[in-house]
């Protein structure tokens, strides 16, 4: 079966759903905040559901469409797209801007989640 937007393991969330799905979420949340007009978003879509597949379980993935969501764009200051903000108990604890390949981002996250350093 091929993996289609409907089945993404990359979860949707807006303004109204953000607190529960990503504040009081028991595993560290990455929040992509993209925009459907954003090349690089795009770009990143793909790497980003591969490592929701696999470390479901340990790491939650999240996506905000910041058109549709600008009071939560707005709280965290963020204003380039994409921008990948990782959560930890319910708060930021590292900040990535910008597409790049799956290798990369795990080495940028790293720091914050030593088991997601590339193998």
Same mark, same amino acid.
């Given at each position: @079966? +091929?993996?289609?937007?409907?089945?993404?393991?990359?979860?949707?969330?807006? %303004?109204?759903?953000? #607190?529960?799905?990503?504040?009081?979420?028991?595993?560290?949340? =990455?929040? %992509?905040? +993209?925009? #459907?007009?954003?090349? &690089?978003?795009? @770009?990143?879509?793909?790497?980003?559901?591969?490592? #929701?597949?696999?470390? #479901?379980?340990?790491?939650?993935?999240?996506?905000?469409?910041? %058109?549709?969501?600008?009071?939560?764009?707005?709280?965290?200051?963020?204003?380039? @797209? &994409?921008?990948?903000?990782?959560?930890?108990?319910?708060?930021?604890?590292?900040?990535?801007?910008?597409?790049?390949?799956?290798?990369?981002?795990?080495?940028?996250?790293? %720091?914050? =989640?030593?088991?997601?350093?590339?193998?």
């Amino acid at each position: @079966m +091929t993996s289609t937007a409907t089945d993404t393991p990359v979860i949707p969330v807006t %303004d109204a759903t953000f #607190a529960a799905e990503v504040l009081a979420s028991d595993l560290p949340v =990455l929040v %992509d905040f +993209t925009a #459907a007009w954003c090349g &690089p978003c795009r @770009m990143i879509a793909p790497v980003l559901a591969e490592l #929701a597949e696999e470390e #479901a379980g340990r790491l939650k993935i999240v996506k905000l469409d910041v %058109d549709a969501n600008p009071a939560t764009q707005a709280a965290y200051g963020v204003l380039s @797209m &994409p921008t990948l903000l990782l959560f930890r108990a319910g708060e930021p604890v590292k900040s990535v801007v910008g597409a790049r390949p799956k290798r990369r981002l795990r080495q940028d996250l790293a %720091d914050e =989640l030593p088991w997601l350093a590339p193998r």
